[in-house]
């Protein structure tokens, strides 16, 4: 965890909860139900306790049991359908969200942007943002309107350093980020804020900012990635969501994810990979493959290509035999 003194004349911000020990005692108790879940995977009571788990990694990963992230005072969403992450996140974001309204009031809202799809996976046009703990943000702008959330350019005159300033120190302080994407310039901006008008050592800033001691140095937690002059991306470490995704395969998750949609919209919908065949598809949905082929309407010539979504039903020998 970084270590950064209180700005000078900052007031101690109370502490909504204490991350490391909560964090170690959760990661202590999934630890001990972690047998019980690889076992009893299909258990239907699972549902209702299982954490939201990050599968794998943000540039393939899957996301089970997500939380939809819920617009609330001083956070605006904008695009709630595809805001799925976990609980971690959602309370790390909406914590740092109150603080920034509490200590610096006024000002405009935190305009939150992807998260994940509800099943996590590829999300177009994003190559990250896979496994429920990517991010995408607006910087606080000044002179906004209230209640204007259409697009406006980042300049130098509009970045509201104190405040995104503010936003970053209070995630970091509850230990709960994993990474940052910010374009150097803007980094600059906090960097120089924080040495002048906060008085900060600059050796102290070193762990936090990649600027100015080259841009992409992998051992601070904000790093430059082209791209991220209008917006922040923020990875978080969600101890308790990847502790419990370390216990599944994508190839588990996946079962579990169709067993999922099956129960809840009677259908699966099946992403066409490079090497796919209709007959290695039927087998690992253990259906049968003119079954498929109906389904999907496919006849025997017809070509599978990378991303078509087949539609997998119920099995169907489990129908029949439901049948007297
Ligand atoms: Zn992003």
Redesign the pocket.
């Given at each position: 965890m970084l270590a950064l003194a209180a700005p000078a004349g900052a007031t101690t911000p109370d502490r909504l909860f204490q991350p490391a020990g909560t964090w170690a005692l959760v990661a202590r108790a999934a630890t001990l139900l972690a047998d019980t879940w690889r076992v009893d995977l299909d258990d239907p009571w699972l549902d209702f306790l299982h954490p939201a788990t990050a599968v794998g990694e943000a540039k393939d990963g899957r996301l089970l049991y997500p939380v939809a992230m819920t617009p609330s005072p001083g956070i605006y969403l904008r695009n709630p359908d595809e805001s799925w992450t976990t609980s971690e996140v959602i309370v790390a974001l909406r914590a740092a969200a109150k603080r920034v309204r509490d200590e610096l009031p006024g000002g405009f809202d935190l305009v939150l942007?992807?998260f994940s799809l509800r099943k996590g996976g590829r999300f177009r046009p994003?190559s990250?943002?896979q496994n429920g703990l990517?991010?995408?943000l607006r910087y606080y702008q000044t002179g906004i309107e209230p209640g204007d959330y259409s697009y406006h350019f980042v300049t130098e005159a509009n970045f509201d350093t104190p405040r995104v300033w503010l936003l970053l120190t209070a995630l970091v302080e509850m230990d709960a980020l994993d990474r940052v994407?910010m374009d150097v310039r803007h980094q600059r901006r906090l960097y120089r804020y924080a040495t002048g008008e906060l008085g900060l050592n600059p050796d102290d800033l070193k762990p936090l900012l990649s600027y100015p001691h080259g841009r992409a140095r992998k051992d601070a937690l904000v790093v430059h990635v082209r791209g991220h002059h209008n917006?922040l991306?923020l990875r978080f470490r969600a101890p308790l969501a990847r502790l419990v995704g370390g216990l599944y395969s994508q190839d588990e998750a996946l079962l579990v994810q169709r067993a999922q949609d099956l129960d809840e919209f009677g259908r699966f919908e099946h992403v066409v990979r490079r090497g796919d065949t209709l007959g290695a598809i039927a087998a690992q949905h253990d259906v049968d493959l003119d079954d498929l082929r109906r389904w999907n309407r496919l006849g025997k010539r017809s070509v599978l290509r990378p991303g078509k979504v087949l539609v997998v039903r119920r099995d169907t020998q489990e129908r029949v035999a439901r049948i007297p």
């Amino acid at each position: 965890m970084l270590a950064l003194a209180a700005p000078a004349g900052a007031t101690t911000p109370d502490r909504l909860f204490q991350p490391a020990g909560t964090w170690a005692l959760v990661a202590r108790a999934a630890t001990l139900l972690a047998d019980t879940w690889r076992v009893d995977l299909d258990d239907p009571w699972l549902d209702f306790l299982h954490p939201a788990t990050a599968v794998g990694e943000a540039k393939d990963g899957r996301l089970l049991y997500p939380v939809a992230m819920t617009p609330s005072p001083g956070i605006y969403l904008r695009n709630p359908d595809e805001s799925w992450t976990t609980s971690e996140v959602i309370v790390a974001l909406r914590a740092a969200a109150k603080r920034v309204r509490d200590e610096l009031p006024g000002g405009f809202d935190l305009v939150l942007g992807d998260f994940s799809l509800r099943k996590g996976g590829r999300f177009r046009p994003h190559s990250t943002h896979q496994n429920g703990l990517d991010v995408d943000l607006r910087y606080y702008q000044t002179g906004i309107e209230p209640g204007d959330y259409s697009y406006h350019f980042v300049t130098e005159a509009n970045f509201d350093t104190p405040r995104v300033w503010l936003l970053l120190t209070a995630l970091v302080e509850m230990d709960a980020l994993d990474r940052v994407f910010m374009d150097v310039r803007h980094q600059r901006r906090l960097y120089r804020y924080a040495t002048g008008e906060l008085g900060l050592n600059p050796d102290d800033l070193k762990p936090l900012l990649s600027y100015p001691h080259g841009r992409a140095r992998k051992d601070a937690l904000v790093v430059h990635v082209r791209g991220h002059h209008n917006h922040l991306h923020l990875r978080f470490r969600a101890p308790l969501a990847r502790l419990v995704g370390g216990l599944y395969s994508q190839d588990e998750a996946l079962l579990v994810q169709r067993a999922q949609d099956l129960d809840e919209f009677g259908r699966f919908e099946h992403v066409v990979r490079r090497g796919d065949t209709l007959g290695a598809i039927a087998a690992q949905h253990d259906v049968d493959l003119d079954d498929l082929r109906r389904w999907n309407r496919l006849g025997k010539r017809s070509v599978l290509r990378p991303g078509k979504v087949l539609v997998v039903r119920r099995d169907t020998q489990e129908r029949v035999a439901r049948i007297p």
